[in-house]
């Protein structure tokens, strides 16, 4: 359930809320917003609906949610969430290019991609110092080493960054280098992990697992929101299927069913949903088209040359063209490119 406060609503008015759901069995989880605050009710529906809610001083409406996931629904927000990374936000009113390297192998690579994905026009920065493979004996990222150049990364372009977090014990390390952290396809479903990240309030890009339906995906959402980490970025980035032409299978479907559903951001990773290189450019352009809220690809100076999927990096020159088409595609659908709200501050400021 959820209960929509007024705007005239004081402090008071929602600690009274509380207490009588609490007092009921029940917990709450409060969003507050610029013009009133919404109150997300875990617990029994039916003990709930006994209350008289309705009639508490602030209180605008009372909503039953019939869906599993209660925070992470659309109904929780009287308008869609906008998260902030850094100096960029992502949000539905703009489109959202996020470029880098896949893993961080060497300064100078990372650097390269870097600069590319600057100069070409993307707006966040992706790098991972930690990777989950398949195999034991692939290239498991730089770790701490990894980190130190993504910062550097970071301080030259003057760009926020986003890297994946494999383990709970690295949460907050990682978190100390980084603008927003990304739960991996392969973790959707750690719930541990999921908590973990819950409770630092650092923005979250979480990634749709392998063979995972969009409510399994929404509910793991459900889990760091309910710690109350409500910054939470939905990254599909395609699924396993019986087709072996593609690494995965773009569920580009989903974009248009999670802006029905929820009310977090959207965005699309071609990159490793399609494993192929040539197969970037025109999924990206979909993904635009669908109403995704952003991209994000890999980057890389010397595919050929990678320690980690190499076949699906773009060049250092092939971004500049992606990135003109989309925004001419943005465009065209009333959805231009994010622009820097202001410089970009340290990380934690």
């Not at 100078?108 to 989950?132: N, P």
């Not at 926020?160 to 479903?189: H, K």
């Not at 032409?245 to 071609?270: G, Q, W, Y």
Request: with cysteine; aromatic share 4%.
């Amino acid at each position: 359930m959820i209960v929509v406060m007024n705007g005239r609503a004081t402090q008071a008015d929602i600690d009274r809320v509380v207490v009588t759901v609490e007092d009921a069995g029940g917990e709450c989880f409060i969003s507050p917003g610029k013009n009133r605050t919404i109150i997300g009710l875990l617990g029994d529906t039916d003990r709930f609906m006994s209350l008289p809610l309705g009639g508490l001083p602030g209180v605008d409406e009372v909503i039953r949610v019939g869906k599993p996931y209660k925070l992470v629904a659309a109904e929780a927000r009287s308008t869609p969430s906008v998260v902030s990374v850094g100096n960029i936000d992502i949000g539905r009113d703009a489109f959202t290019i996020i470029a880098g390297p896949c893993a961080i192998e060497t300064e100078d690579q990372a650097m390269s991609a870097a600069r590319a994905a600057k100069a070409a026009g993307a707006q966040i920065l992706r790098g991972d110092a930690y990777k989950h493979r398949s195999s034991p004996y692939a290239f498991q990222g730089l770790a701490k080493t990894g980190l130190e150049i993504l910062k550097q990364m970071r301080i030259e372009t003057g760009m926020p960054v986003v890297t994946e977090v494999l383990q709970t014990s690295d949460v907050e390390l990682v978190a100390s280098y980084v603008d927003i952290l990304r739960v991996g396809a392969r973790n959707m479903q750690n719930f541990q992990l999921l908590r973990e990240i819950g409770k630092i309030h650092k923005p979250v890009m979480l990634k749709r697992g392998l063979s995972s339906t969009i409510e399994e995906w929404l509910m793991a959402a459900e889990y760091i929101a309910q710690q109350g980490n409500q910054d939470i970025v939905l990254c599909e980035r395609g699924i396993r299927t019986f087709e072996p032409m593609t690494r995965n299978t773009l569920d580009l479907s989903a974009v248009p069913i999670v802006h029905k559903l929820s009310h977090l951001p959207i965005i699309v990773d071609p990159s490793h949903a399609s494993g192929k290189r040539e197969l970037v450019a025109p999924l990206s352009a979909a993904a635009v088209a669908v109403g995704a809220d952003g991209i994000m690809v890999d980057v890389h100076p010397h595919p050929e040359a990678a320690l980690c999927d190499g076949p699906q990096a773009l060049t250092n020159d092939e971004v500049p063209p992606l990135v003109k088409e989309l925004a001419a595609v943005a465009k065209a659908i009333g959805k231009p490119l994010s622009r820097p709200r202001h410089a970009l501050t340290a990380v934690g400021e």
